[in-house]
C-alpha cells in the first residue's frame, strides 16, 4: 500500500479491496467466501484491515496471519485510495471519501440486539452508523426480501441501500448435507452413534450464559458408545474471555470427550454432522433449524429482535428443560422430528438458497467497476472435512445388565458413561456397576479405585500381554481385571483370582472396554467363561458375539 506500491508489486492490480478486520467472527465471514468470489483474478489487490477497536478484537490477528493475509492498521485507510471496503462488521469507523462499503452480515440476518459502543443504548446487529448511511456509500447485503422492509422500519436511511445476496454461508451448508454422515466419521462419531452440537451465542442470556454446566451433564446423560457432544462457542465468548477460562470451566466436559470446536470455520462441518442441536437464539442454532435439524432451546435470549426468523424458532421449537431427564429429551427430540419439521425457518430467513456466491460477485465486481471473470458462476464447494477436536476418555462408569438374547445365549447389555462427569452413582437391583479406566488415565484416585483396567495399545505377543497384565494387577491391587488387545478381535483379560480369559469378537474391532465389561459381569453374575459364546450389546447401538475361553492360569509373581 502506498504511493510506490507499484515499484515493489508484483502482480499489477487493478483496484483495492480493503477488508475490514475488526473481530473473529465477521473477519472469519469474509474469509470463508472471498477467495471463491476472487478465484484467479489477479486485477483486485486485496489488503486487510485490521481495527483494533472491538472489545472482541483478540484473535483476529491470529487469524489473518493464519490464512496469510497482508495486514494495515485501519488508521493507514485514510492515507490511501480504495476502491472497495467490505466488512461484515457494520460498526466500522470509514473515513472520509466516496469509496463504497459493501457490508456483509456476519450472523443470519438483523435478528439481535446488541449493545451500542457509541451510545448507552441497544441497536440492531449489522446496521451501519447513520454518517455512513448519511453518506450514501454503504451497501448492505440481505438474505431476505422481508430484511429490506425490516431495516426500513428500523432506519429509514437504509432505503434503497440494500443488496438481495443470500447467504453463502447457508449455501456451504447445504451443499453439503448429503455428506452428514462422512462429517460424523471425521469428528470421530462412528457406528451409528448420534451427534448432540450445544450451541452458544454469546451475552449473559446465551447457553453459556445461563447454563455453562449443561456440555457436560450431557455428557454424563448420555451413554458413550451411542453419543458424542460437540460444543460451538461463539467467537465473541473465546474472544472475551480467552481459550483458557473456556476450557478450565468446561474441564470435566472435556474429560468426557467434549468436541470443543474450533473457534472460526469447523463449527459448519459439525453442523452439518449434527443429529441434534441444542442451542439459543444464536445464528448458529436458527442454520440447524433451517437446515432440517431437530433443535432443543435450551435458552432464548430476550435480545432476539420480534417478527425474525430467530424469533419464529423461539415460539415453535421445544425446549430443553435443563434440570430434566436430558438422555429422554434428546430422544424424544429425535425421534417426533421430521426435516420439515420448520419450514417457515428457512423461508423467512434465505431467499431463493443456492444463488449468495453469484449474486455477491456480480454486487462485488460492479462496485469494483470491474467486469466480472469471464469464468462461469463460482461453485458452491462442500466444506472441508474437520479434524477431530477431541481428546480421549480414559475413565468410565459402566453399567452392565444379563439377559437372554434370541440365540439361546446369554446376553450382557453395557453402557458407558465418562467418569469425569457422573458423580456418585449407585447399583441397581438388577444391574452390576463398575469403574473401569484406561491405563494412561491420570487421576490416580480413579486409577487406584478401578475395577477394571484396560490397555488399548494393542500387546505384539501373547507373552507380553500376559506380562503387561501381571505388573497391573500387582501395582493396583484395588483391581479385579486387566485388559489388553492383542493383534485382530482378540483380547486377553487377567483376573484377580488368577484365571486368564481370552475374548474373540467375531465383528469388527472393538474397545477394550467392552469385552472387559463383558467379563467382569460374568464373574458377578457366576456365569461360565469357558468355551461359551454371550452377545455384547452395547447400548442401543449394536451388538457383537463375543466367544470367551480360558487360558492358563497367570504365572505366579514372586513380588506378589
Given at each position: 500500500m502506498g504511493d510506490d506500491a507499484h515499484l515493489w508489486s508484483t502482480f499489477r492490480g487493478e483496484r483495492t479491496l480493503v477488508v475490514a478486520a475488526r473481530t473473529v467472527t465477521s473477519t472469519a465471514r469474509v474469509l470463508e467466501c472471498l477467495p471463491a468470489l476472487l478465484r484467479g483474478d489477479s486485477r483486485v489487490t486485496v489488503v486487510f484491515g485490521y481495527d483494533p477497536t472491538s472489545a472482541f478484537n483478540d484473535g483476529v490477528l491470529d487469524l489473518l496471519h493464519d490464512a496469510g493475509c497482508r495486514i494495515m492498521p485501519w488508521s493507514q485507510l485514510g492515507s490511501i485510495a480504495p476502491d472497495l471496503i467490505l466488512s461484515a462488521s457494520e460498526n466500522i469507523d470509514v473515513p472520509e471519501g466516496d469509496c463504497p462499503v459493501l457490508v456483509l452480515p456476519h450472523g443470519v440476518g438483523f435478528q439481535k440486539l446488541v449493545?451500542?459502543?457509541?451510545?448507552?443504548?441497544?441497536?440492531?446487529?449489522?446496521?451501519?452508523?447513520?454518517?455512513?448511511?448519511?453518506?450514501?456509500?454503504?451497501?448492505?447485503?440481505?438474505?431476505?426480501?422481508?430484511?429490506?422492509?425490516?431495516?426500513?422500519?428500523?432506519?429509514?436511511r437504509t432505503a434503497n441501500r440494500t443488496l438481495l445476496i443470500g447467504d453463502p454461508c447457508f449455501d456451504e451448508l447445504t451443499v453439503s448435507l448429503p455428506?452428514?454422515?462422512a462429517y460424523r466419521r471425521a469428528l470421530g462419531v462412528t457406528d451409528g452413534r448420534r451427534l448432540v452440537v450445544v450451541s452458544s451465542t454469546w451475552g449473559p442470556t446465551s447457553l453459556l450464559g445461563r447454563y455453562p454446566q449443561l456440555p457436560a451433564e450431557l455428557?454424563?446423560?448420555?451413554?458413550?458408545?451411542?453419543?458424542?457432544?460437540?460444543?460451538?462457542?461463539?467467537?465473541?465468548?473465546?474472544?472475551?474471555?480467552?481459550?483458557w477460562q473456556i476450557r478450565t470451566l468446561q474441564a470435566a466436559a472435556l474429560e468426557a470427550g467434549?468436541?470443543?470446536?474450533?473457534?472460526?470455520?469447523?463449527?459448519?462441518?459439525?453442523?452439518?454432522?449434527?443429529?441434534?442441536?441444542?442451542?439459543?437464539?444464536?445464528?448458529?442454532?436458527?442454520?440447524?433449524?433451517?437446515?432440517?435439524?431437530?433443535?432443543?432451546l435450551a435458552t432464548f435470549g430476550s435480545d432476539a429482535v420480534p417478527g425474525t426468523a430467530g424469533a419464529h424458532l423461539g415460539q415453535t421449537a421445544p425446549r430443553l428443560d435443563p434440570r430434566g431427564d436430558l438422555r429422554r429429551q434428546v430422544e424424544a427430540a429425535v425421534q417426533g422430528h421430521t426435516p420439515e419439521s420448520y419450514p417457515a425457518i428457512s423461508d423467512l430467513a434465505f431467499a431463493e438458497p443456492g444463488l449468495a456466491l453469484a449474486r455477491l460477485r456480480a454486487a462485488?465486481?460492479?462496485?469494483?467497476?470491474?467486469?466480472?471473470?469471464?469464468?462461469?458462476?463460482p461453485p458452491v464447494l462442500s466444506l472441508p472435512y474437520p479434524d477431530p477436536p477431541a481428546g480421549t476418555v480414559t475413565s468410565w462408569m459402566v453399567t452392565t445388565a444379563v439377559t437372554a438374547a434370541a440365540a439361546g445365549y446369554s446376553m450382557v447389555a453395557v453402557r458407558r458413561h465418562p467418569a469425569a462427569v457422573c458423580g456418585d452413582r449407585q447399583e441397581a437391583s438388577d444391574t452390576f456397576l463398575h469403574l473401569a479406566c484406561d491405563e494412561e488415565e491420570r487421576d490416580h484416585r480413579l486409577t487406584e479405585s478401578a475395577s477394571v483396567v484396560v490397555r488399548r495399545r494393542p500387546a505384539g505377543t501373547a507373552v507380553s500381554a500376559l506380562g503387561w497384565i501381571r505388573e497391573t494387577l500387582h501395582h493396583l491391587p484395588g483391581s479385579l481385571i486387566a485388559a489388553v488387545p492383542l493383534n485382530g478381535n482378540s483380547f486377553l483379560l487377567g483376573t484377580r483370582d488368577g484365571p486368564i480369559v481370552?475374548?474373540?469378537?467375531?465383528?469388527?474391532?472393538?474397545d477394550p472396554g467392552l469385552p472387559a465389561a463383558l467379563v467382569y459381569t460374568c464373574l458377578r453374575a457366576g456365569l461360565p467363561l469357558d468355551g461359551v459364546f454371550m452377545t455384547l450389546r452395547i447400548g442401543d447401538v449394536w451388538e457383537e458375539e463375543v466367544g470367551l475361553r480360558l487360558r492358563p492360569h497367570l504365572p505366579s509373581d514372586s513380588r506378589q
Amino acid at each position: 500500500m502506498g504511493d510506490d506500491a507499484h515499484l515493489w508489486s508484483t502482480f499489477r492490480g487493478e483496484r483495492t479491496l480493503v477488508v475490514a478486520a475488526r473481530t473473529v467472527t465477521s473477519t472469519a465471514r469474509v474469509l470463508e467466501c472471498l477467495p471463491a468470489l476472487l478465484r484467479g483474478d489477479s486485477r483486485v489487490t486485496v489488503v486487510f484491515g485490521y481495527d483494533p477497536t472491538s472489545a472482541f478484537n483478540d484473535g483476529v490477528l491470529d487469524l489473518l496471519h493464519d490464512a496469510g493475509c497482508r495486514i494495515m492498521p485501519w488508521s493507514q485507510l485514510g492515507s490511501i485510495a480504495p476502491d472497495l471496503i467490505l466488512s461484515a462488521s457494520e460498526n466500522i469507523d470509514v473515513p472520509e471519501g466516496d469509496c463504497p462499503v459493501l457490508v456483509l452480515p456476519h450472523g443470519v440476518g438483523f435478528q439481535k440486539l446488541v449493545p451500542d459502543s457509541r451510545a448507552p443504548r441497544s441497536r440492531l446487529s449489522g446496521v451501519v452508523p447513520d454518517s455512513v448511511l448519511e453518506s450514501g456509500r454503504a451497501w448492505l447485503a440481505i438474505s431476505h426480501p422481508d430484511q429490506e422492509q425490516q431495516l426500513l422500519a428500523t432506519n429509514p436511511r437504509t432505503a434503497n441501500r440494500t443488496l438481495l445476496i443470500g447467504d453463502p454461508c447457508f449455501d456451504e451448508l447445504t451443499v453439503s448435507l448429503p455428506q452428514a454422515a462422512a462429517y460424523r466419521r471425521a469428528l470421530g462419531v462412528t457406528d451409528g452413534r448420534r451427534l448432540v452440537v450445544v450451541s452458544s451465542t454469546w451475552g449473559p442470556t446465551s447457553l453459556l450464559g445461563r447454563y455453562p454446566q449443561l456440555p457436560a451433564e450431557l455428557l454424563a446423560a448420555l451413554p458413550y458408545d451411542e453419543y458424542r457432544v460437540a460444543a460451538v462457542i461463539h467467537p465473541n465468548v473465546w474472544s472475551a474471555h480467552g481459550s483458557w477460562q473456556i476450557r478450565t470451566l468446561q474441564a470435566a466436559a472435556l474429560e468426557a470427550g467434549l468436541l470443543l470446536m474450533p473457534t472460526v470455520h469447523a463449527w459448519r462441518s459439525a453442523l452439518v454432522a449434527a443429529s441434534v442441536v441444542v442451542g439459543d437464539h444464536g445464528s448458529v442454532t436458527l442454520m440447524g433449524a433451517a437446515l432440517g435439524k431437530p433443535v432443543l432451546l435450551a435458552t432464548f435470549g430476550s435480545d432476539a429482535v420480534p417478527g425474525t426468523a430467530g424469533a419464529h424458532l423461539g415460539q415453535t421449537a421445544p425446549r430443553l428443560d435443563p434440570r430434566g431427564d436430558l438422555r429422554r429429551q434428546v430422544e424424544a427430540a429425535v425421534q417426533g422430528h421430521t426435516p420439515e419439521s420448520y419450514p417457515a425457518i428457512s423461508d423467512l430467513a434465505f431467499a431463493e438458497p443456492g444463488l449468495a456466491l453469484a449474486r455477491l460477485r456480480a454486487a462485488l465486481y460492479r462496485l469494483l467497476e470491474l467486469a466480472e471473470p469471464a469464468a462461469g458462476t463460482p461453485p458452491v464447494l462442500s466444506l472441508p472435512y474437520p479434524d477431530p477436536p477431541a481428546g480421549t476418555v480414559t475413565s468410565w462408569m459402566v453399567t452392565t445388565a444379563v439377559t437372554a438374547a434370541a440365540a439361546g445365549y446369554s446376553m450382557v447389555a453395557v453402557r458407558r458413561h465418562p467418569a469425569a462427569v457422573c458423580g456418585d452413582r449407585q447399583e441397581a437391583s438388577d444391574t452390576f456397576l463398575h469403574l473401569a479406566c484406561d491405563e494412561e488415565e491420570r487421576d490416580h484416585r480413579l486409577t487406584e479405585s478401578a475395577s477394571v483396567v484396560v490397555r488399548r495399545r494393542p500387546a505384539g505377543t501373547a507373552v507380553s500381554a500376559l506380562g503387561w497384565i501381571r505388573e497391573t494387577l500387582h501395582h493396583l491391587p484395588g483391581s479385579l481385571i486387566a485388559a489388553v488387545p492383542l493383534n485382530g478381535n482378540s483380547f486377553l483379560l487377567g483376573t484377580r483370582d488368577g484365571p486368564i480369559v481370552e475374548a474373540t469378537v467375531t465383528g469388527p474391532t472393538i474397545d477394550p472396554g467392552l469385552p472387559a465389561a463383558l467379563v467382569y459381569t460374568c464373574l458377578r453374575a457366576g456365569l461360565p467363561l469357558d468355551g461359551v459364546f454371550m452377545t455384547l450389546r452395547i447400548g442401543d447401538v449394536w451388538e457383537e458375539e463375543v466367544g470367551l475361553r480360558l487360558r492358563p492360569h497367570l504365572p505366579s509373581d514372586s513380588r506378589q
